[in-house]
């Protein structure tokens, strides 16, 4: 490190030069606080350590220019009348450390190398924000919207902060949740991803918390589960709303503590992971519904983004598509071509209830089914090649009960949409494990075939 020494007594500055520099540190010494500020102008110093009582400024005001013009630079104050309320003032003022006169050789160069650590942490700290700051998000968007979303992000990207991702499905939650881990402090952490909203209710325990050998039937080995992979990283909770409200107790422990059992293990475990969790729905009307714990909502909405449909960002989709274009052409094994004056304004005049994921999906029909030089009209859906069929219109008399206004809009929507159950279900938005478990119902009931 490259050390300045500041002390009115010649023999003392001598002393410590010698020890320093022996210590394989650089040292220069100063015989008091305004020659102090004059080294510090000349040469940038990791560290100060300066006398308290010195003649012309004394330490605690040395301490003061340092950390108001040179932040970044460690100080360590040394005195013969040291005390603790000396020390105390000292350290709220931001000097790093406090020893007392005479000073012991082993004791200094042990808070030396304390500092060394501390600031190469810092120096890391302050390059992996500088990176930070100019990565740009793996989403394609100039509209106003994505540059408030991409802001937002960066703003807390590099906190610990949990972060509730709201938006309709296939707006990109999932890859904002991937941007937020990658340019945060726990990058080298892995990303673990559990969709609640995708595996059955009796294996989503395991699934989070893992299972002990032996602790159920099939459990012929222990496994590890979603906590302890996320343990120093990040844990992304897709469809939170979906989990079973026992479990959702059990979360909400691990967030307040950090500590969970296996299932049928009796050891405590630890985690230390970041909680970025995502829903399609409107997350408030889900805890009041009581889909979603109240208390566990709080915990996990500490700053919540909302991604915007892409019906808010039309101007994009040239981007989008064009991006679209050369991914999915390099995916099948096809040229780039492309695309019509006219096929694109139709892909700008629909509202894209599936968002971006239907864009992409759409691209890559028409990549994989185009004959010509060019992406024309004819190779986009039918629904996209003439004017937007006009909404329907259902009526129902006074005393229909929900249940039978419920069976006939879904089954109404699903005729809409061809019996394509991923559109309805985002046109209706719910799951689509929803969509079949009504299915099921209703031909249990005799409803339909």
Same mark, same amino acid.
């Given at each position: 490190m490259r050390i300045l020494v500041v002390d009115d007594e010649l023999s003392n500055r001598r002393t410590l030069e010698v020890l320093l520099k022996r210590a394989n540190h650089q040292a220069t010494s100063a015989c008091n606080g305004i020659e102090a500020l004059e080294r510090l102008q000349q040469h940038k110093f990791d560290?100060?350590?300066?006398?308290?009582?010195?003649?012309?400024?004394?330490?605690?005001?040395?301490?003061?220019?340092?950390?108001?013009q040179y932040p970044n630079t460690q100080v360590i104050m040394a005195t013969a009348f040291g005390s603790?309320?000396?020390?105390?003032?000292?350290?709220?003022?931001?000097?790093?450390?406090?020893?007392?006169?005479?000073?012991?050789?082993?004791?200094?160069?042990?808070?030396?190398?304390?500092?060394?650590?501390?600031?190469?942490?810092?120096?890391?700290?302050?390059?992996?924000?500088?990176?930070?700051?100019?990565?740009?998000?793996?989403?394609?968007?100039?509209?106003?919207?994505?540059e408030r979303i991409t802001e937002e992000a960066k703003s807390v990207a590099d906190t610990n902060a949990s972060v509730f991702l709201v938006g309709e499905s296939g707006t990109g939650k999932s890859l904002l949740a991937k941007w937020i881990h990658k340019t945060s402090l726990r990058n080298a952490g892995r990303f673990i991803v559990l969709n609640c909203g995708a595996i059955p209710e009796n294996l989503m325990e395991s699934e989070l918390f893992g299972h002990e050998k032996g602790s159920f039937t099939g459990a012929n080995q222990t496994k590890v589960g979603r906590l302890e992979q996320a343990d120093g990283g990040t844990l992304f909770l897709d469809e939170v709303t979906e989990m079973a409200p026992q479990l959702q107790v059990k979360l909400l422990r691990v967030l307040q503590d950090g500590e969970f059992e296996r299932v049928g293990g009796t050891q405590t475990l630890r985690t230390n992971m970041r909680v970025i969790a995502a829903s399609n729905r409107n997350v408030e009307q889900a805890v009041e519904?009581?889909?979603? !714990? *109240?208390?566990?909502?709080y915990r996990l909405n500490v700053v919540? %983004?909302?991604?915007? #449909?892409?019906?808010?960002?039309?101007?994009?989709?040239?981007?989008?598509?064009?991006?679209?274009?050369?991914?999915?052409?390099?995916?099948?094994n096809r040229a780039h071509k492309p695309i019509s004056d006219a096929a694109m304004q139709s892909l700008q005049?629909?509202?894209?209830?599936?968002?971006?994921?239907?864009?992409?999906?759409?691209?890559? !029909? *028409?990549?994989?089914?185009?004959?010509?030089?060019?992406?024309? %009209?004819?190779?986009? #859906?039918?629904?996209?090649?003439?004017p937007a069929p006009s909404q329907q219109i259902m009526h129902f008399p006074i005393g229909t009960?929900?249940?039978?206004?419920?069976?006939?809009?879904?089954l109404a929507t699903l005729?809409?949409?061809?019996?394509?159950?991923?559109?309805?279900a985002t046109l209706l938005g719910i799951t689509v494990r929803t969509l079949y478990r009504k299915e099921a119902e209703w031909r249990e009931a005799g409803w339909i075939q």
């Open positions: 560290l100060v350590i300066t006398d308290l009582r010195m003649p012309q400024m004394d330490g605690m005001t040395l301490l003061e220019n340092i950390k108001q603790i309320d000396t020390a105390v003032e000292a350290m709220r003022m931001g000097a790093w450390d406090f020893v007392t006169k005479p000073i012991k050789k082993n004791e200094l160069l042990q808070r030396i190398r304390k500092a060394a650590e501390q600031d190469q942490l810092q120096q890391e700290n302050r390059q992996l924000k500088s990176e930070i700051a100019k990565m740009r998000p793996n989403w394609i968007g100039q509209s106003l919207s994505m519904e009581g889909r979603l !714990r *109240a208390d566990l909502y919540q %983004l909302k991604m915007p #449909p892409l019906r808010e960002r039309l101007d994009d989709i040239p981007l989008l598509v064009e991006h679209f274009l050369q991914v999915q052409a390099n995916k099948n005049q629909w509202d894209w209830p599936g968002n971006v994921r239907e864009l992409e999906n759409t691209i890559e !029909r *028409a990549i994989v089914l185009s004959k010509g030089e060019a992406i024309d %009209l004819v190779d986009l #859906p039918s629904h996209l090649q003439g009960s929900l249940q039978e206004i419920e069976r006939h809009f879904i005729a809409s949409v061809d019996g394509d159950k991923n559109r309805a």
